[in-house]
Every structure is written in C-alpha cells, then in structure tokens.
C-alpha cells in the first residue's frame, strides 16, 4: 500500500495556488504537482538549496564548497550555486569532472609580444633623438658639400679681394626650403625663360613678392665660376636699367639666383617673337629702350667702381617692364675689368680681339 498527500483540492494547480494568501510554498521553494497527478499540489527545494520547503524560513543555501569540494583550484560559494576559478595564467572551467585547470599559453605569449612591443617602443624614443641628430649633421654636411660645389668658397675669396665695394652681402641668402615653396617645387608650367645657362622660374616668396629665380644648368662647364661672376658683377650695380640681383641661394644641387620680376618679357619676344604681331613699340619707344640700355651699358663700363663688360648685349637679354623701360640682364658672361687694365683681353664665342688704336672683337 502507498500512502501519498498534497495540499490543496482536487482541481488545484500550482498556479491557481500561488495567486492565494495560504500558497504553502516558502523561500527558495517551488511548487509542483504529484507525480500520480493525484489532488493538489506539493512543494520542492529550489537546485543548491536543502531542507523544509514549508518552514517559514524557506529552504536553505546548498554550500558546495564545504560539502562536495567540486572545483580544482578556488571554490566561490553563491546562493544556489558555487562558481569555480582558474589562477591568474591559467585557463579552463575549474572543474573537478569538467576541463580544470591548465596553463594559458596565449596569456604568456600575449605578456611576451607586450614587453617585446614595450622594449621596442622604448628603444626607438631612446634612439630617435641619435636618429634626427645623424640626419640633421648629414643634411649640415650635404648642405655643405653644395656650398662648396656652387663657389660658395671661391665667392669668399672673390668679395674679399673686393673688400670696400657694394658686395653681394647686402643681397639675401635664401634657403632652399623658402626657394622651392615659391616655385611649387620647380613646376615646369611657371618657367618663364631658357638660356644657356639656366632656366628662369617665376616664383611667389612667403611676403607674397614676386621675383624671378634662375637655376643654373646640371653639367655646364665652368657653371662655378660663370655663378660667382654674376653674383659678384650684379652685386655691384645700383641702376634703374639693369635687374637687380635680391639674393641667392648656395645650399641645392645647382646654384640659384634671385631676381627682382620683369613683368613684361624680353626685347626680343616684342621683335621677333609672337607679340611682335601686335608690338607697340613705335619708333620713339624703340629709341628710348636703345637710349636706356646704352645708358646703363655706359653706367657698366664708366659709373661703376671697376669697370663691367658686359659681353652678351643682345635682344634676349634685355627684359622690358610694363613701362617699357628697358632692364638689361644675364651677366653670367661679363667680366670685371681693373681700373689700371686699359685693354680687355677677352672676346665671347670664341671670336679673337684686335687691337690698334681701339678695341674690338672679330668672330
């Protein structure tokens, strides 16, 4: 025989019963029916609890870890239920019949790559101060080695046999850094002129003035000395009728010199060239620019403290401004003759001097 019982009437659920004042069903407790399915209902301890599901304490916390020691490593007891932990480098649910314990490898190749990356990131800010000093001294020493190569030194020598006279140390040195910005890093689409012995850059300086910079030739013969010549000669002339020379620049490649803008091309291009078709250069305007330009050809060979031969006067060489005021220029083939040398000895393109009671040049 099997005695059973329930609580409650025949047609109770467990929740119809919840819903009354006498659910007999206390803490951490639920209700069920009896497994015969017989009237009412009866009540159970919650998983991780134990004791009198109908004591008005309820049923009480289960603790795993004094009764059953279920972990491996370190137990936690919880209400209801117990959580186990892995130490520190290991992984693994902590189990005694799950994974367990056991050593985190990737934590200890994560720490490795961590203080491999650490002693890297130390050792490059340790060392990026020897690296920008190295790069600093090997750009002072390029810088240098261009001086040198551009007549920096054969400069020197040259304003100090002309100690006294206007030199070229009231023109302005400029860097390569302020050249190259004002040229858009040398663009072919602002080159305004080719000669023999450069190319003629139209550039915008940091004050927004604009000048005409021209950068010598790669490979020319004697390119050192035909630099220095026009440093020194123009450095020299203070005249409305020749470009003026506002500085240069010794630290690129190839020597570079800085002009004050002649607006409105060459003599030649208002002959010869494309804008002789609608030239307005009447005769009157033609003498004034034959009248300026003997002027300051006459300025050259008498006005100046040493006389300058200027060696290449020609139609391209004689710039106009938007006055049409005559501006001579290109004196990269002129030479400086002493005031006690009473013949010049010299004649460009390969022509021969011939002497009698004047001079002059026969090809």
Known sequence: MVLNWAIGEENDSCNAAQKRQDFACK?????????????????Q?????QGNPYHPDGCQDIDECMTTSPCSETCENKPGYYTCRCPHGYKGDGKKNGTGCSKDFSLLLILSLGIGVGLLVLLVESSWPIYWGMKKQKYIKLKEKYFKENGGLLLQQQLASYHGVESVETTKIFTAEELEKATD???????????????????????????????????????????????????????????????????TPVPLLVYEYITNDTLFHHIHGQKSKGSSLSWELRLKIAAETAGALAYL?????????????????????DNYT???????????????????????????NKQSSGFFCQA
């Open 326 to 352: 005559a501006k001579v220029s290109d004196f990269g083939a002129s030479r400086l003759v002493p005031m006690d040398q009473t013949q010049f000895w010299s004649c460009p393109g390969g022509a021969t």
């Open 27 to 43: 803490a951490n407790s639920k209700c069920v029916k009896p497994v015969d399915r017989s009237a009412g209902y009866i009540c």
């Open 301 to 321: 060979h008498s006005s100046t403290s040493t006389p300058i031969i200027h060696r290449d006067v020609k139609a391209m060489n004689i710039l106009l401004d």
């Open 45 to 49: 301890c919650l998983p991780g609890y």
């Open 185 to 251: 890093n040398y663009h072919e689409s602002i080159v305004v002129g080719e000669g023999g012995y450069g190319i003629v850059y139209k550039g915008i300086l940091a004050d927004n003035k604009v000048v005409a910079i021209k950068k010598s030739k790669v490979g020319i013969p004697a390119q050192k000395e035909q630099f220095v010549n026009e440093v020194i000669v123009l450095s020299q002339i203070n005249h409305r009728n020749v470009v003026r020379l506002l500085g240069c620049c010794l630290e």
